[in-house]
Every structure is written in structure tokens, then in C-alpha cells.
């Protein structure tokens, strides 16, 4: 695709420049002030004082030679006779000293009046200082608007200008969304074939699944397989401070869209702009007029006009219904988890410009890595290359496949980290628990590694083979989770007679599935057959009464209550099996999966 490095280099250079200019305005606005506090200090401010009953008295008196006003100030000043030196006066009224002054001449009082081309008698002018704030406030808000409009919204990748074209090719793991996309392809370059047998060309494709699963990725490929311009903006770029600003941008998107037609218009994160519309005001009301001006824009493409709206979102229940209507998204593609063979496929994508040692097999990470999104496997490959390259290798090995996964998935190991004995001892005997509590359960995996080296935030960890992917979760399996997250706190309270804050992290797993188990998937036969997501309305749970609720707490206490007491029983009966392991993990650190078999031959 076009690099976008050069008009983002840009737009940052005339962002510093707008910031340099009113940087610059407001250093010369703070000399000004600065001169003028200083210059006329407090001293010489005494000095040039004169009450306003002594200017009237002296006024009666015939001793004042001039006086001149500015407007917007309530002070005057005052030229005496014979004094070379002006004086500040406070006016409690200006309207009232003007007519006072006209009295006082009337009366005959001498005093050299300069007159106006109004033919007033006090001298009205207005200075630069004056004026200051007001210019700078302008100068303020013009710089902010530009500053806001600045740049080009929506980017656009001409089929002519774009140096590399992602096609389907490069696209992995995504079979059945390729089929469905190819159809989009060909209403881009063939739609008079669909408009003359009376086929309506889809006016949007809603794509929405889990961060970095190729949403963006396969927009992109449809507009190079396509051969059509891409017009791509984010839905964060429509919202501004300034109201009205967004609904513009979305004006003049699709009006950039219309001169360039045939031609895709993808906006990513579309859940900035559209989610629900509320009764709200401020920002609430600028997001409607945004998500308004959208839908105005969707409905009003006519037939000859080819364009077609992508939208990407990682929450589809976030979005107003009237988006969702035909006529507008017309299709919604869910872009899945990659599977087995997704991942071994994106993994041959990803590795084909990286030096792999021939014994490494793309298909055993593949395995290692279900649930895995693509952009998290491109990571995997990346964090490995850079490995191997500190450690100065020729290619890169099966060690540093390994010690990426950790990286990714538990955190940076912390090798220089002081532990104590207690702390090891500890850390040993609840790694081991979640091990052997494991390793006698059916539907558990198989343990792959065991460690007491600290990585991230956890003191050690427990990691578990993964060899199949699961679309669903059976309630024993989810049971057997429980017992398998508590064994960790069973092996402390047993082997050491104690517990300890080591647990928090599996607790919270643990309440987290137990709470599912009854709210969500109705698996509880005193709770009954009902699903309450909280996470997606938070007074769903209030509307069904506080009966409900305590029956939830109490089911979801009895489902973690009886995973520890099974958890307990499970290491009392293997008490040996316990201590062999932790003991081997003090001494090493780590047991890989070979190593931990061989404690139970």
C-alpha cells in the first residue's frame, strides 16, 4: 500500500509550525504585559495617582489642562498645569464624569479640550495594547480550527499509485470471508452485469470479530484485488471540539468518494461515530449529528454511483440499530479466530521474509497457538527474529519460537530478581499444585512447562499444551477449570500449612468463570436456564429482583467451594507426586513436558 509516512511527516511539521506561531504570540504577549507592569511600576504608579474628588475639585478650580480617555477601561488620564508629568484617575462612571466635564467647560473652566470628528470633548482613542487580548484570542481560535482541520481526512490509495497491492493472496485464515468478499470484488468491476439483471449493488459490509483478526487487512485486499481507489479514515477523526466539524467530514468524505467512484470508503473503529443514539447534549448531540449525517450519506448514493462502505468494529452491539438496517450495512461478516490451519497459514505469510531453521515445523506453533489472532502470531515470529538476533544466531531457532510465546503470553522473564527462599518455596509447592491437580483431570490439558522464574507479574507459572481448538465448553470441562485454577492455593494450604496473595490472579479467573457458568450460560439448576450479561447492561441483574441475585452468589460460592475441596482431596492423594515436583523445581526452575512425565513413570 501507499506510504503513509510522508503526509504524516507533513502534517507534523505544520503542526509544530502553528504551534511555534502561537507559542511565539503568546511570549510577545506576556513581554508586553511584562513592560508594562514594570515600566510603570508601582512606584511611578503612586506617584502619577490622583483621587477622583481632587481631579473634580481641580476641575472647578481651573487646573486641569487635558483629558483623554480609552475605550473599554474605566481610568482617564489627567495633564495638570504647569506639570509636565500625566496622572491615572479612577471613574466610578464614565457616562456621568463625560457629562460632568461638559458642565464644568460650559461654566467656563479652562480646560484645552482635543476634540474628535464626533465634536466630543474628551478625547476617545483605542491602542494596540488595548486590543491585545481580543487579537490574541482570535489569533488562538483561528490557530485551534486550523490546527483541527488540518490535513487531509480521509487518505486516498489510487490502483494506479499504490506501490504494493495487497491481494487475497495475503490474506491467511480467512477462507469462507474470502468467498463472501469475492462477490464485493465483483460488483466493483462489473456492476452494470448486476445492475441489468436487477441485482442491487450491497451499499455496506460491516466486518467485526476480535482486535488484530484482518479486518483492515481484508478491506484493503478487496480494493487491491478490486483495482478501485481505497479511501480509508478512522472514526476517531470525525470527532472534533468544535460541533458541527464531524458531520462536515463526513460530507465531504463521501463527496471525495462520488469524484473517484468506483471506489471503496473504509472506516475503521465505526463504533466512535456509531454507536447508540441518546437524548444527550454536548458531545453526545455531536456524535448524533456525526452518526446522522451517516446514515443521510448511505441512503443517498445513487444506483450508477459504485461505492461501497467497509466498516470495521471490535463491538457490533455497540452500534445504532439504524446502522444495521439493509440499505445501509447490508452484510455483517464476522472475522473469526484463525483455526489450525488459519494459523499454520498466516505463520507461512509472516515467516517467508525470516531465516527459520528447517528443523522448526510451522505446524507445531500452530499447535501451540490456539486462540491466537494473526496480528498476535506475526508478533510471535517478530519477537523471535529479534531474539535470535541479539543472541547473534545464524537463523532462528525452536528456542527462540519458545521464549517469544513466553514473552507474548506471560510476560518479560525477570532473571534479575532477588527472591527469597520462602518466596521459592512457595512460588515451587503452588506451581506444582496447578500441575498435579491437572494432570488428574479428564478434560485438562497436558502440562507443557513449569517454572518458578518470574515472568511479568506472575512469581511462575504453569503452561498447558493446546492441541485443539474449541468452539464450545462443556460444564464439566468448565468445572474441572475451576478445580484446576484452585489447586495452586490447595497445594499451599496443605503442603505448607498456609496461604498466601500468590492466588489473586486464579481467584479472579475462577469467580470470573463460576459467575458465567450461572449468569451467562444458565448453568445452574436453581439459578434456571436465564442469560444475565452485566458486562453488556449493568441493571440487568437490578430488574430481576434480589432474590435472583442472591441466588446467583450463592450458586457461584458452592461451584468454587466444591473445586477446592476436590482440588484438596487431589493433592492429599498425590502428596508424593507434589513434593517430587516442587522439590525438582527449587533445584532447576523449570520442567519442561518430558521431564514432568517422567515424574509419574
Not at 499 to 505: D, H, P, R, W
Amino acid at each position: 500500500m501507499e506510504n503513509k509516512s510522508q503526509p504524516n511527516k507533513n502534517k507534523e511539521k505544520t503542526n509544530k509550525i502553528l504551534l511555534g506561531i502561537l507559542i511565539t504570540l503568546l511570549i510577545i504577549a506576556l513581554g508586553v504585559g511584562a513592560y508594562f507592569v514594570f515600566f510603570y511600576g508601582k512606584e511611578n504608579e503612586k506617584e502619577k495617582e490622583l483621587a477622583y474628588t481632587g481631579l473634580i475639585k481641580q476641575i472647578s478650580d481651573g487646573e486641569i489642562e487635558k483629558i483623554e480617555m480609552t475605550v473599554g477601561q474605566t481610568s482617564i488620564k489627567v495633564k495638570q498645569k504647569n506639570i509636565e508629568e500625566e496622572k491615572e484617575v479612577i471613574i466610578p462612571n464614565t457616562q456621568a464624569f463625560i457629562e460632568l466635564v461638559q458642565e464644568k467647560v460650559a461654566e467656563g473652566n479652562s480646560i484645552e479640550l482635543i476634540q474628535n470628528p464626533e465634536n466630543t470633548f474628551i478625547k476617545i482613542s483605542q491602542t494596540a495594547f488595548s486590543l491585545l487580548p481580543t487579537i490574541m484570542l482570535v489569533a488562538l481560535f483561528i490557530l485551534v480550527f486550523k490546527m483541527q482541520g488540518l490535513g487531509e481526512k480521509g487518505k486516498v490509495y489510487d490502483a494506479d499509485t499504490v506501490k504494493e497491492k495487497i491481494k487475497f493472496d495475503d490474506v491467511a485464515g480467512l477462507d469462507e470471508e474470502k468467498q463472501e468478499m469475492i462477490e464485493i470484488v465483483q460488483f466493483l468491476k462489473e456492476p452494470k452485469k448486476f445492475n441489468e439483471m436487477g441485482a442491487k449493488i450491497p451499499k455496506g459490509v460491516l466486518l467485526y470479530g476480535k482486535p488484530g483478526t484482518g479486518k483492515t487487512l481484508i478491506a484493503k485486499a478487496i480494493a487491491g484485488e478490486a483495482e478501485v481507489p481505497f479511501i480509508s479514515m478512522s472514526g476517531s477523526e470525525f470527532i472534533e471540539m468544535f460541533a458541527g466539524l464531524g458531520a462536515s467530514r463526513v460530507r465531504k468524505l463521501f463527496e471525495k468518494a462520488r469524484k473517484v467512484a468506483p471506489c471503496i470508503v473504509f472506516i475503521d473503529e465505526i463504533d466512535a461515530i456509531g454507536s447508540r443514539r441518546s437524548s444527550g447534549s454536548g458531545a453526545e448531540s455531536e456524535n448524533n449529528q456525526t452518526l446522522n449525517q451517516l446514515l443521510v450519506e448511505m441512503d443517498g448514493f445513487d444506483t450508477e454511483e459504485t461505492i461501497i462502505v467497509l466498516a470495521a468494529t471490535n463491538r457490533p452491539e455497540m452500534l445504532d440499530k439504524a446502522l444495521l438496517r439493509p440499505g445501509r450495512f447490508d452484510r455483517q461478516i464476522t472475522i473469526n479466530v484463525p483455526d489450525l490451519k488459519g494459523r499454520e497459514e498466516i505463520l507461512k505469510i509472516h515467516s517467508k521474509d525470516k531465516k527459520i531453521d528447517e528443523n522448526i515445523t510451522l505446524k507445531s506453533i500452530a499447535e501451540d497457538t490456539a486462540g491466537f489472532t494473526g496480528a498476535e502470531l506475526a508478533n510471535i515470529l517478530n519477537e523471535a527474529a529479534i531474539l535470535a538476533t541479539i543472541n547473534k544466531r545464524e537463523e532462528i531457532k525452536q528456542d527462540d519460537i519458545e521464549e517469544a510465546l513466553k514473552k507474548v503470553t506471560v510476560g518479560l522473564q525477570k532473571t534479575s530478581r532477588v527472591i527469597s527462599d520462602k518466596d521459592k518455596k512457595l512460588t515451587a509447592y503452588h506451581e506444582a499444585g496447578h500441575a498435579i491437580v491437572s494432570r488428574y483431570l479428564e478434560t485438562q490439558e497436558p502440562v507443557k512447562e513449569i517454572s518458578i522464574i518470574p515472568r511479568g507479574v506472575a512469581g511462575g507459572y504453569t503452561m498447558y499444551k493446546t492441541n485443539e481448538d474449541k468452539n464450545y465448553i462443556s460444564k464439566t470441562e468448565m468445572e474441572e477449570r475451576l478445580i484446576a485454577l484452585l489447586g495452586g492455593r490447595a497445594a499451599e494450604k496443605i503442603a505448607l500449612n498456609d496461604i498466601s496473595t500468590g492466588a489473586s490472579n486464579d481467584l479472579e479467573v475462577a469467580t470470573k468463570i463460576a459467575k458465567d457458568m450461572v449468569t451467562v450460560y444458565g448453568m445452574s439448576d436453581v439459578v434456571g436456564t436465564i442469560s444475565i450479561n452485566t458486562e453488556k447492561d449493568p441493571y440487568e441483574l437490578q430488574l430481576l429482583g434480589e432474590k435472583y441475585a442472591d441466588a446467583i452468589g450463592a450458586e457461584v460460592k458452592i461451584l468454587l467451594d466444591n473445586a477446592y475441596i476436590k482440588a484438596q482431596k487431589l493433592i492429599i492423594e498425590h502428596m508424593d507426586k507434589l513434593h517430587e515436583v516442587a522439590q525438582t523445581l527449587l533445584k532447576q526452575e523449570t520442567i519442561n513436558e518430558k521431564e514432568f512425565e517422567k515424574i509419574f513413570e
